[in-house]
């Protein structure tokens, strides 16, 4: 624990301060240590700063020695203290009129320093006031005691259990590196078992551009967007409520959709444009469109959601086939697994943004 302050008029408070950390079983460092103040000074007092758990500070009335830059060495190492972020604890002398003469700054600009240095000090997270050497005590055991409590730090190690300590670093190190092989492991396993588990599914997100065109008279709000969606959130799309059968047209109005649902909410001027896209199936470039729902339809049935079917419709000489996908048992169960409300949700579901 680092105790900075001025030396010569605060002797008498330095050791009150001193008794009430060893008191606490703590180890005090300090100006006994290095009783004069300059450059090359400074620097081993860096070392010790950095190398304590906690900073005392205690300022009274006054500055103390000037570095070459007209800052204190207290302040100095205050400043120091704070930008390594170490717990600083700060303790002011109340009121300096009762101090004697000799120790209260005469010079003016000292003063200011001083007053300076005692308003930064005031504006720390942990401050306590004192009126004399005694209360400073009891002020440092309550505020330490408060201190250890609150961020507690690693101290000093005895011997016998320094190597221990990094024993455990080793024991949280390899658990850590087991924990990863173990996940690695699963993940093979889980390829191994199910050659669909390296594709892209569920939650991952697909990116896809998409070139707008004209729609009626009205201009697109952009010529390139680009369309953001799970995956879950296309099956959705492609299969609504209580359809298990989809046919390829319906399946791509079913995307089209679900891209200028997107544009909508991205492009607050595309509202005429799309009204008559909407109106007109049109305003997505058929090549792009087209090709998502290959890609899309390629990729639901190498993952085994859904299949090609032939729904047949009509009777007699008005009777056809339509070319569609129907959705597997499996898909049926990754839709479910899509739409249903988890534990704890509100039951709304947010659509992933997409960029523009």
């Not at 997270?125 to 961020?151: P, S, Y």
């Not at 008279?217 to 967007?225: A, I, K, L, M, N």
């Not at 680009?226 to 109005?253: G, K, M």
């Not at 997505?284 to 049935?301: I, Y």
Request: aromatic share 8%.
């Amino acid at each position: 624990m680092f105790i900075s302050s001025t030396f010569k008029d605060l002797e008498d408070e330095r050791q009150k301060v001193l008794q009430a950390v060893l008191e606490l079983k703590a180890f005090p460092a300090g100006m006994e240590m290095f009783p004069s103040a300059d450059d090359e000074q400074f620097e081993f007092i860096k070392r010790e700063i950095e190398s304590s758990d906690y900073y005392v500070v205690i300022v009274a009335g006054k500055y103390g020695s000037l570095a070459p830059d007209g800052q204190s060495f207290t302040e100095k190492e205050y400043d120091y203290a704070v930008s390594l972020e170490k717990p600083v604890i700060g303790f002011l002398f109340h009121d300096l009129g009762q101090l004697k003469r000799v120790h209260l700054e005469i010079k003016a600009a000292k003063r200011e320093r001083l007053e300076h240095f005692r308003k930064k000090v005031r504006s720390g997270k942990l401050i306590k006031l004192c009126h004399n050497a005694d209360e400073l005590k009891a002020q440092v055991l309550h505020a330490l005691t408060i201190a250890f409590g609150r961020r507690d730090q690693e101290g000093w190690v005895r011997a016998r259990n320094a190597r221990r300590m990094e024993d455990l670093e080793d024991i949280t190190r390899l658990q850590k590196r087991v924990l990863e092989l173990e996940a690695e492991n699963t993940r093979l396993r889980a390829a191994q078992t199910d050659p669909t588990a390296p594709f892209a599914q569920g939650e991952d997100i697909l990116e896809w551009p998409v070139e707008l065109m004209p729609a009626a008279t009205s201009q697109p709000p952009v010529d390139r967007f680009v369309f953001r969606a799970t995956w879950n959130d296309l099956l959705a799309a492609a299969f609504p409520p209580r359809v298990s059968f989809i046919a390829e047209p319906t399946l791509q109005n079913s995307i089209r959709d679900l891209i200028f649902d997107q544009i909508q909410s991205r492009c607050e001027s595309a509202g005429h444009w799309l009204g008559a896209a909407r109106q007109q199936q049109q305003g997505a470039s058929p090549n792009s469109l087209h090709e998502l729902v290959q890609v899309l339809v390629t990729q639901f049935c190498g993952l085994g959601l859904i299949e090609p079917r032939e729904r047949q419709f009509g009777l007699g000489s008005h009777s056809g086939a339509s070319h569609g996908w129907a959705l597997t048992p499996k898909g049926q169960l990754q839709l479910l697994a899509a739409r249903g409300v988890r534990r704890g949700s509100s039951g709304s579901r947010e659509s992933p943004e997409s960029d523009g």
